[in-house]
């Protein structure tokens, strides 16, 4: 039960407030009141100097990916502000609310990253009586892929199943489709809202089980005195993303929770529809699951 956000460029570096605007950014951090269980950012930038050029490592796919987690409230962590301001041309920012009573620890904050891949989930994966996936000792899960994922939850798991079907050969949108259609054989209606980055795409995806928001998010939110805020949980909004000269640049997507009017170009992500975004091009098609 989580707060997504997402973006790719046309290969230029952008940093979270040029995307949004620091308002939208403040507002995005503020939903960590609520979703307070810790946050995450993985940003694509390429280091100033490469990492291996001076003392003879190998070059690896993860040279020039940011990655930071932490078990510390977004509102409370000074480094926010820190990577708000950190341009990239790709990223993926977590906010956390942890589902089925999963630890709170820094294994199970995400980004996940695994293979040069960032990940971020939205859902609690579990069956009709609440038992979550992780205690579901039958699931079928590749072990090494799960354990590549440094997790222990139910994303940690989703995250294995799109690793094998990348194994498998299949491209990164249509791993994540897969991954979806065999997760749902199980356990079809839990949550698979999600956003995937590697070195040259992001995938987001609206793959939500139950439309409706479920009682107990409205409940948690209540308390809090924001219930009017949780009828669009589990909406994934995107709007084009502009450079400094206003020219097309790329794409942005989010959870709900602050402002997306579409009066500002925020568009609706329906149910069971991704976008594919090149973070080399900016450029990006939506596709069914």
């Not at 290969?11 to 507002?27: F, P, R």
């Not at 000792?137 to 690793?163: C, E, K, M, Q, W």
């Not at 791993?175 to 995938?203: E, G």
């Not at 998010?217 to 994934?236: L, N, P, Q």
């Amino acid at each position: 039960m989580c707060r997504l956000l997402g973006y790719a460029t046309s290969g230029i570096n952008l940093s979270l407030n040029d995307v949004l605007g620091q308002t939208a950014v403040e507002d995005f951090r503020e939903l960590s009141e609520i979703h307070n269980d810790g946050w995450g950012v993985a940003l694509l930038s390429n280091p100033a100097q490469l990492p291996f050029v001076h003392d003879g490592g190998a070059p690896t796919p993860e040279t020039g990916t940011k990655l930071y987690k932490s078990t510390l409230a977004a509102r409370f962590d000074p480094i926010f502000n820190d990577f708000a301001a950190d341009a990239a041309r790709g990223g993926l920012w977590h906010l956390r609310l942890a589902s089925s009573n999963l630890p709170l620890i820094l294994e199970n904050q995400q980004p996940f990253f695994a293979n040069g891949l960032s990940f971020i989930h939205n859902g609690d994966i579990s069956d009709d009586n609440g038992v979550n996936i992780v205690y579901n000792a039958d699931y079928p899960v590749n072990h090494g892929a799960f354990l590549s994922t440094g997790g222990r939850s139910d994303s940690a798991i989703f995250f294995a199943v799109i690793l094998e079907y990348i194994a498998f050969g299949f491209q990164l949108d249509e791993a994540v489709a897969q991954a979806v259609r065999q997760l749902r054989q199980t356990y079809p209606k839990s949550s698979y809202n999600c956003m995937i980055q590697s070195q040259d795409q992001l995938v987001v995806l609206c793959a939500a089980g139950r439309e409706k928001t479920s009682p107990r998010i409205v409940e948690i939110y209540d308390e809090y005195g924001k219930g009017e805020k949780a009828h669009d949980y589990r909406v994934i909004r995107y709007r084009g993303v502009t450079d400094a000269n206003g020219k097309p640049a790329g794409v942005v997507a989010a959870s709900s929770g602050f402002d997306q009017e579409e009066s500002d170009g925020w568009n609706v992500l329906h149910n069971d529809e991704m976008i594919v975004a090149s973070n080399r091009t900016g450029e990006y098609h939506l596709r069914t699951i």
